[in-house]
């Protein structure tokens, strides 16, 4: 492969700042899709189409052009432009540097009389009339025509160093190079079929196409490229993982599963025994398990992979409990020596705050197979955490780990058996496409005695006013905010600052904080106090979101609530309604920014989790929602799975075909789109074996 730094205007030092951005050859640049396209045509050239933002920009003959001093450091360089539709203003701003001209490039090419375009941004956001200018060309520079105006204009994600005209210029000349060269991996017979258009023109027009009609057809070439080889790559995993033979035997002993049962005080629902039988089921086969666990807040998911721990354990197998954060992890291991009181098991917790002696402690009785299950944040994935006989590894709320992550904790063992549990809902074929390797348990309702709880918008007088009644008849509550200190954005309200006012508004009741910056300590102290009910408002961040079960508490107050996704606000709101009394959720905004208005309505109108992230998946996107831009793993260039899901159907339909008709992709069509899985799905991210 061609090295970027020999690309016509690179060089060595360039080449380091393409490297920030996973740019190292030709190949890599020309296959770096933009994050958006501007239409800088005129206006009157303009065509609707999704993808596409109309740019800012104003085409002219110079009349004037003068410099001002403000009463800062500023300059300012002003531009009137006569245009077909009247007189426009460019402003050009730089900070005074009394060793040079700031200026001087400006003054040498926007001369009187000189035709030019110039984008920026409206300093009135409904007139075009008068810009804060970003670049500006020459009418007569041919060269600039064909890459920055007048045209459909790529924007990339840029690094410091690199600017949007150089990575423009960049990205032109290795098209120029590169794209007759563009090998087709899909089979001959396939882009026809579904009307592709041919590999070496959309890497072309992806970037700078010639109208809208060849910008959408590159957009669907690469966007169906993406899907088809993501839902073969999980197909063959699920393959392969189903041929692996784990060595090992489980027997239900019942030993640790009887006092269990019995420690626990209720009895599980029917989708809980549903949800055990199958992981017993898939324990005891001779292949290792690969599950995904879905239920909504509150459905009872822990005691569901307790059980499949202990079976473990009955069978002298250790078990690992990942979560995502340290009060998850605290709160778990507290729900566990609840659950597991009398049984004799040995379990510890482990997280990057220990001390150094405790740490050694619990890493050496893990390696001598001293402790059953181990609980912990992703420091369980750490390279010194060394098991004895790990044969299940637990992954909770599975979006917040990368596929890597994953992948790095289920080799700890020999082949052992994973269940991975999350509360965000998936639809079906989502699922099918995105955990293709995984079969799926749903548990579908809520345990017995679980109170709905009622949601209403609220302003901040009336949430105070709740949470004093709240209080007053003996009842607990949650008042959270979306940052810890004080933020430049006025809207946005602080717990540290909130917590201060609160005391003052609440004197006489006891009103703790709770934050993710806080020693470990002192948040389990601060959680013991509000679960013994000696704290009676709870002041918190987002970090108190999933895993806290204190029954009395009966209300929840979020206050900017306009500043989460529907699932946090789902989990936040699951907090209460724990116990035998009514609880509430007020939702209180400051703001209806985007799409905030219609989050806060799908809110107060459901409180069904399965609904909530089909909405917000709509709203938000898949993978935001599903964590597919978690730690970078796989990140899709250009596919969007709420948007494009007829090409992802396509593409699963696709997929079927060719692996009934070639299971090992051998066969002469389907070579190239062996090799491509190879480089990216088994040589890259190790995630599927293509020797």
């Excluded at 006013?465 to 008042?479: F, L, N, P, S």
């Excluded at 905010?481 to 006025?490: D, G, L, N």
């Excluded at 946005?492 to 934050?515: N, P, Y």
């Excluded at 692996?659 to 088994?682: F, M, Q, S, V």
Aim: aromatic letters at 8%; hydrophobic letters at 45%.
């Amino acid at each position: 492969m061609t090295s970027i730094q020999f690309l016509k205007g690179v060089g060595p030092k360039k080449a380091e700042l393409f490297g920030r951005l996973g740019i190292e050859s030709l190949d890599d640049l020309l296959f770096y899709f933009p994050r958006g396209w501007e239409d800088r045509r005129l206006p009157a050239r303009r065509e609707p189409l999704p993808c596409l933002d109309p740019a800012p920009i104003i085409k002219g003959k110079i009349k004037s052009v003068r410099d001002l001093y403000t009463s800062s450091q500023l300059r300012i360089f002003k531009t009137v432009v006569e245009t077909p539709y009247g007189e426009a203003e460019a402003s050009f701003f730089k900070r005074h540097n009394p060793r040079f001209d700031v200026f001087a490039p400006l003054r040498k090419d926007l001369k009187e009389g000189r035709v030019v375009w110039i984008t920026g941004t409206p300093e009135d956001p409904l007139f075009v009339s008068r810009l804060r200018a970003d670049e500006y060309y020459a009418d007569d520079d041919a060269r600039a025509l064909k890459m920055h105006v007048g045209r459909i204009v790529p924007v990339y994600p840029l690094t410091e160093g690199l600017t949007a005209r150089f990575m423009r210029e960049a990205v032109y000349e290795a098209v120029q190079a590169g794209h007759e060269a563009v090998w087709d991996f899909l089979p001959p017979a396939l882009a026809p079929r579904r009307g592709l258009v041919a590999r070496d023109l959309a890497a072309r027009a992806i970037h700078f196409p010639e109208n809208n009609f060849e910008l959408a057809a590159a957009r669907r070439r690469f966007i169906y490229e993406e899907l088809l080889l993501m839902t073969l790559a999980w197909a063959l995993k699920k393959r392969q993982t189903k041929s692996v033979q784990k060595g090992f035997v489980y027997e239900v002993k019942k030993t640790l599963l009887t006092p269990f049962r019995a420690n626990l005080g209720f009895q599980f629902t029917a989708s809980q025994a549903h949800a055990i039988n199958e992981i017993f089921t898939d324990m005891q086969a001779p292949t290792p398990m690969a599950r995904l666990l879905e239920g909504d807040v509150g459905s009872g998911k822990t005691v569901v992979a307790l059980s499949a721990m202990l079976l473990a354990a009955e069978n002298g197998g250790q078990s690992v409990f990942a979560a995502p954060t340290e009060i998850l992890a605290e709160q778990h291991y507290l729900t566990f020596e609840r659950f597991l009181k009398g049984l004799g098991l040995r379990f510890a917790l482990l997280t990057g705050r220990m001390k150094a002696a405790e740490k050694k402690k619990i890493l050496a009785d893990l390696a001598d197979g001293k402790i059953d299950i181990l609980l912990g944040t992703h420091a369980v994935i750490s390279d010194g955490v060394k098991f004895k006989n790990l044969r299940l590894v637990v992954i909770d709320e599975q979006h917040r780990f990368g596929v890597r992550q994953r992948a790095a904790l289920r080799a700890k063992g020999d082949r052992a058996d994973m269940l991975i549990m999350t509360a965000t809902p998936i639809p079906r074929t989502l699922f099918l496409a995105l955990y293709g390797d995984l079969d799926l348990s749903v548990l579908k309702e809520l345990p017995p005695g679980r109170k709905p709880i009622k949601t209403t918008e609220a302003d901040e007088v009336t949430a105070f006013a709740a949470a004093k009644e709240e209080v007053a008849k003996g009842r607990q509550a949650y008042i959270v905010y979306p940052v810890i200190e004080e933020t430049a954005e006025a809207d946005m309200k602080s717990v540290k600052a909130e917590f201060e006012r609160l005391k003052v508004l609440f004197r006489g009741k006891k009103v703790d904080m709770m934050h993710g910056r806080m020693p470990g300590e002192l948040k389990k102290q601060v959680m013991d106090d509000f679960a013994a009910g000696r704290t009676d408002i709870l002041v918190a961040t987002q970090v108190i979101e999933v895993g806290i079960d204190v029954p009395n508490a009966t209300l929840m107050v979020i206050n900017n609530a306009e500043r989460y996704g529907l699932a946090s606000l789902h989990q936040l709101r699951g907090r209460v309604g724990r116990g035998k009394w009514d609880s509430r959720c007020l939702l209180v905004a400051h703001a209806r920014a985007g799409d905030a208005a219609e989050r806060l309505r799908a809110m107060v109108q459901s409180s069904n989790g399965f609904e909530l992230s089909e909405k917000d998946i709509y709203i938000r996107g898949a993978g935001e929602i599903l964590g597919l831009r978690q730690h970078g793993d796989m990140e899709f260039k250009i596919a969007d799975m709420s948007r494009d899901g007829e090409i992802l159907a396509q593409t699963m339909e696709d997929r079927e075909a060719i692996l009934a008709a070639d299971p090992d992709l051998a066969a002469p069509e389907n070579r190239g789109l062996r090799k491509k899985l190879r480089d990216l799905y088994a040589a890259r991210w190790n995630l599927i074996d293509l020797s």
